[in-house]
């Protein structure tokens, strides 16, 4: 296929620059006071803080709910874990002040913070953990996430600030998901307001939420660790990219994070604001329904991957940003990262697996699940036009994002092919160790790896998890288009905005506004 040259890219990237530069920031109208009242323009006090972001929560409970936009929103603001990841990926103690771990590997036993209140006053203790643990396990719990805690044995109070956990095995990963959303601590007395009104003991607590439109944060008086450097916060969603960035230059927002219009970059001013460009744990995964036909067989999917030029995608779609891990599901912060070199971009090598696989005319018609979110729209577009290239008749099918795409093609995985961003943290053994999740990829050689690496020593982990990749990619469960970047506008007069994105929470308590800033020439280096 011939591929646009870098000009014409550039040709086109300049026209949907001015037209995307023309367009006006879509108004949301009020309503009246309450837990969903939409407010028009800054939902934050002018020294607080509010973020833009893309994918909106229809609920605040991760409990019931899947996507990335739920506990992106109140991971580390609202809800809390024993440990934490640090920004090195080290997994370091937080409501925990210690623990120690059997000689076998399968016993935990946590030391807890004796200072520590949820934000409706009630105490965090081990029997809160026990609590908190014991509920995933349950029944109460939906979000397939839960089984990263099928490993948990049982759960018992030694004494107020003591909690022992026994596991099945010994793990390398539970420690690691007890720093996730699986991990979060929640009291029993909140369970029926997750939905609205959830209660963690964080620095902030839920002031506001308005479904598809934002989330207002107050940060506590009563906060165990270090105070806020805001007094309040907000998340604002914007579904259009071009309306969030009109929304930082007329101040209604002050921090644009993951942008969605890369190409637009170059539009803002850097005496007035700063751009980072942070790494993430999110993979742009192209996903094959395994499951069924054509891409129940391995020679279409092999195909897929031979003919899909992943830099190209890249440059088009995403204005070069981004890294291509050779379709490997692998961010580059993981110890196991290498770059894959099994599917270099080969549309003559796809076209013969095609044939191979007996697929022509009759039965070569593939329906594209394309969710309604900036990147997939963006890169749907050249990956259809390579593939039809190859000889499969793609069509595309706008899915919108989430209610629809998370009911069809993750819940019912009614779907041929689809597209979405997986953020979650260290997420393989999820994808493709779990034959009934929605790619319906089922390899008892991954399972098998898989299992090794999580019972085996540290080096041994990393050996066969790169052992399990390289099998993923012989068997082409999936294509990862590429490494997603958090692209993040600021304007200059807040600081503490983390770029790199290591677990799934956007962390609001380190960001601060100078009220000062502008005025007498006082400028921040």
Known sequence: MNLPSRRSRRDRTGLRTAALATALAVGVSGCSAGSTAVQVGRVAGANDIVVAASASPVSLDFTTNSGAAIPGALMSNVYETLVRIDDEGQIVPWLATSWEVSEDGRRYTFTLRDDVTFSNGDAFTAETVKFSIDRVRSEAWSNG????????????????????????????????????LVGAMMTPSAMDTLASAPVGTGPYEVENFAIGHSISFRARDDYWGP?????????????????????????????VYSMQSPELLHTFDPAR????????????????????????????????????????????????????????????????????????FDPERARQLLAEAGIDESNNHVVFSVPSLPYAV????IVVSQLRDIGLDVSIRSTEFPAVWLNEVL??????????MHIEPRDIPQLFGNPEYYLGFDSPEVRALLEKA??????????????????IMAEAGADTLFNFPNIVVTDRAVSGVRADQITEGLELATMHRDPDYGKSGKERS
Do not use: C
Request: no cysteine; glycine share 6%.
């Open 145 to 180: 996430l839960k089984k990263k805690m099928d490993i948990v044995e049982s759960v018992e109070v030694l004494s107020p600030t003591e909690v022992s956990v026994q596991l099945a095995a010994s793990s390398n990963q539970w420690l690691w998901d007890m720093a996730t």
């Open 227 to 255: 105070a806020p450097q805001n007094q309040g916060a907000a998340i604002r969603y914007f579904a259009d990219a071009v309306a969030a960035m009109n929304a930082l230059r007329s101040g209604d927002v002050d921090v």
């Open 273 to 344: 604001y700063t751009v980072e460009v942070g790494t993430t744990n999110g993979e742009v995964l192209l996903s094959m329904n395994n499951n069924r036909a054509p891409f129940d067989d391995v020679r279409v999917r092999q195909a897929v991957m031979y003919g899909i030029d992943r830099q190209a995608v890249i440059d088009t779609a995403w204005d070069g940003h981004g890294i291509d891990t050779g379709g490997a599901p692998v961010p580059p912060t993981d110890p196991w990262y290498e770059a894959s070199t099994r599917y270099p």
């Open 378 to 381: 963006a890169a749907s577009e």
């Open 411 to 420: 819940k019912q995985q009614d779907y041929d092919m689809s597209l979405v």
């Open 454 to 471: 999580d019972r085996g020593t540290a080096q041994e982990q990393v050996r066969y998890m790169k052992e399990a990749v390289d099998q």
